[in-house]
C-alpha cells in the first residue's frame, strides 16, 4: 500500500511538470488560500493531527507566492510613497494657507491702526479747533461788554451833564431877574436839586445797569471757560 502511495505522488509531480500554472503578482492572496485549501483537502493520518498533501504541488505555491510577493511590497512601497506625496503636498498647502492667512491678518492690523491713528488725529484737531473757536468768542463776548458798558456809563454822564447844565441856565435866567431874585434863587436850588438827584438816580441806574450785564457777561464767560478746560482735559486725556 505504501508502495502504491509512492507510485501516485510520482504521478502527480509529473503532472505538474507538464503544466506551468502562472499566477500574477497581485495574486499572492490567491495563492495563499490555494495552499490552504490544499491543507484543508489533505487525507488525515489516523491518531494523529497531521494530513497527507501533494508535496509538489504545495513547493510549487509556495514558490509562485514567493516570486509574486516582492512585486506587491514594490507595489506597496509606492502606495506608501504615493500617499507619503499626499501628505507632503498636503502640508505644503496647509502651510501656504497659514501663511496667507497670518499675511492678511496682518495687514489687516496693520489697516486697522492706521485708521485708528488716522481717527485720532482728526479727533484731536476737531477739539483744539473746539477749544480755539471758544477762547475767541469768549475774548470777543469780553470785549463787546467792556464797550457796551463803556457806550452805556458815557451816555449816562452825558444826560446828567446835559440836566446840570440846563438847570444852572435856567437859574441864572431866574437869577438875573431883579424882581424875582429869592424866587429865583430858590427855584434855582430846587432845579438844581432836582437836576443832581435825577442825574445821581440816572448815573446810579446806568451803574447798576452796567453791572447786571457784566454780571450776565461774566456768566456766559465762566460757563464758556469751563468748556474750553473740560475740552483741555479731554485732548490732555487722549495724548495720554
Known amino acids: 500500500m505504501a508502495n502504491e502511495e509512492v507510485d501516485t505522488q510520482t504521478d502527480q509531480v509529473e503532472n505538474l511538470e507538464g503544466v506551468e500554472e502562472q499566477y500574477a503578482p497581485s495574486d499572492v492572496i490567491a495563492v495563499l488560500d490555494r495552499l490552504s485549501e490544499l491543507i484543508a483537502s489533505g487525507k488525515s493520518l489516523p491518531l494523529s493531527a497531521s494530513v497527507l498533501v501533494n508535496q509538489a504541488e504545495a513547493l510549487e505555491l509556495l514558490h509562485n507566492a514567493r516570486e509574486a510577493l516582492p512585486y506587491d511590497l514594490v507595489q506597496?512601497?509606492?502606495?506608501?510613497?504615493?500617499?507619503?506625496?499626499?501628505?507632503?503636498?498636503a502640508d505644503a498647502e496647509a502651510a501656504a494657507t497659514?501663511?496667507?492667512?497670518?499675511?492678511?491678518?496682518?495687514?489687516?492690523?496693520?489697516?486697522?491702526?492706521?485708521?485708528?491713528?488716522?481717527?485720532?488725529?482728526?479727533?484731536?484737531?476737531?477739539?483744539?479747533t473746539a477749544v480755539s473757536e471758544a477762547e475767541e468768542r469768549s475774548q470777543q463776548i469780553l470785549a463787546d461788554a467792556h464797550s457796551e458798558s463803556e457806550k452805556i456809563a458815557a451816555s449816562a454822564r452825558a444826560q446828567a451833564e446835559d440836566l446840570v447844565n440846563r438847570a444852572k441856565a435856567r437859574a441864572s435866567e431866574l437869577v438875573a431877574k431883579e424882581t424875582v431874585v429869592a424866587q429865583a434863587q430858590a427855584k434855582a436850588q430846587s432845579i438844581v436839586s432836582e437836576a443832581q438827584n435825577k442825574a445821581g438816580k440816572l448815573a446810579g441806574d446806568a451803574d447798576r445797569y452796567v453791572d447786571s450785564k457784566l454780571a450776565e457777561f461774566e456768566e456766559l464767560l465762566q460757563q464758556i471757560m469751563r468748556q474750553t478746560h473740560g475740552g483741555r482735559q479731554s485732548l490732555s486725556r487722549k495724548g495720554r
Do not use: F, H, P
Request: aromatic fraction near 2%; glycine fraction near 2%; proline fraction near 0%.
Open 98 to 128: 497659514i501663511a496667507d492667512a497670518n499675511s492678511q491678518a496682518e495687514q489687516t492690523k496693520l489697516e486697522a491702526d492706521d485708521y485708528a491713528k488716522q481717527t485720532r488725529s482728526e479727533a484731536d484737531q476737531q477739539a483744539q
Open 76 to 89: 506597496a512601497d509606492g502606495i506608501v510613497q504615493d500617499a507619503s506625496k499626499v501628505l507632503d503636498q
